[in-house]
Structures are given as structure tokens and as C-alpha cells.
């Protein structure tokens, strides 16, 4: 991995922490981020999503980030998880509501584990993804093609960055999702 590296990162949460609402927990994070050496290159606009499932709770609030760090992907995922940690985050339930999610979308064009293990996770079924969890980092994330919740934010700050799998743009990855997912995406 190259040193200082681009990272693109998905930044989302529906219950209040210490910092405040889910949009101060939001740019809380980003500020605590920075306090961790990592650099902030161009943050979103913020967006309302609805719960997933409906009626499982608040909406959420989410965005995306453009991140410059000097470590590697493994490492820049510890440090999220140690912001997530700072403000609250438990992470006993996949998919259940949270005070704060970072989630590590891409490395560059780096693909992890390596193109066998992606396509994997890529392909896994919808039902058993939300009740498995990979024990080693997948990059880019494996469904992010298949949520506006992470591409309509993308595309405010990396609309032009290439999927290494997938060989499409986020804008292009976004305009082949359903029109009603994406008016889903709402900016605040």
C-alpha cells in the first residue's frame, strides 16, 4: 500500500450520543478522525435515510468522506473502530440501530482479501449477509454498488472514482440503482 493513501469512507448513524444528535455525532467523528492523524480531504453533503427495515427505528443520518492516511486499510479500520467505540457504538448486532458507523468503503483501487475472496462476499446471498460477518477486510466493500444510502453521498466527493472490480464509476454504479432507492437518499 502506498503511503499516505486515499481512503473512502461511509459515515452514518439514528441514535444520539454524547455528542449530540446523529449530525453532531457525525461531524464529532470527522473532528476526532483528524485528532487520529488522519487527514480530511472533502466531506458530503448530510442525507435522511430511512430505517432498514422500516419502522426498526429513526432514520438515519449518513455521508460520505475522502480520507488521506499513512497506514495501511487494516489500520485505518482500527482507528474508525476506535471512534465508533468513543462515542458510543456497539456492535453486538449486524444492521441493528447505532449512535455512529464508519464504514472503510475503499482503499484506492486496492482489492482485499484478492479478487476470489471480493467476489465471494460480492455474491453472497442477501439472506445470509445479514448473518455472517467476514473475519479478514473486504475492499472495495463488497455491496456498496447495491446501496444509495452510500452512493448518493459518494457521489458528492468521489463521483468520478473507478470500482477495481466492477470497472464503474460511483455515478455510474448510482444511476443504475432503482429511482425510488435513490429519492430515498435525502439531503438535510
Avoid at 467523528?29 to 422500516?54: I, K, M, N, Y
Amino acid at each position: 500500500m502506498p503511503d499516505n493513501q486515499q481512503f473512502l469512507i461511509a459515515l452514518g448513524g439514528n441514535l444520539p450520543s454524547e455528542a449530540g444528535k446523529p449530525a453532531d455525532t457525525l461531524r464529532a467523528a470527522l473532528d476526532r478522525l483528524v485528532q487520529s492523524g488522519v487527514v480530511v480531504e472533502a466531506v458530503s453533503r448530510f442525507f435522511r435515510t430511512p430505517c432498514f427495515p422500516a419502522g426498526a427505528g429513526p432514520d438515519y443520518v449518513n455521508a460520505a468522506a475522502v480520507l488521506r492516511y499513512h497506514g495501511d486499510p487494516q489500520t485505518l479500520l482500527r482507528v474508525l473502530h476506535e471512534v465508533e467505540a468513543h462515542f458510543g457504538r456497539d456492535r453486538e448486532v449486524r444492521w441493528a440501530r447505532r449512535t455512529l458507523d464508519l464504514d472503510l468503503i475503499a482503499a484506492g483501487d486496492a482489492v482485499l482479501p484478492n479478487a476470489e475472496g471480493h467476489a465471494a462476499w460480492r455474491n453472497l446471498p442477501a439472506e445470509q449477509q445479514a448473518m455472517r460477518a467476514p473475519d479478514e477486510l473486504i475492499l472495495p466493500h463488497p455491496r456498496l454498488q447495491d446501496r444509495a444510502f452510500v452512493l448518493v453521498p459518494l457521489a458528492d466527493v468521489a463521483a468520478e472514482w473507478c470500482h477495481p472490480v466492477l470497472n464503474k464509476t460511483v455515478s455510474q454504479m448510482l444511476e443504475a440503482l432503482e429511482p425510488d432507492a435513490v429519492d430515498e437518499v435525502v439531503a438535510l
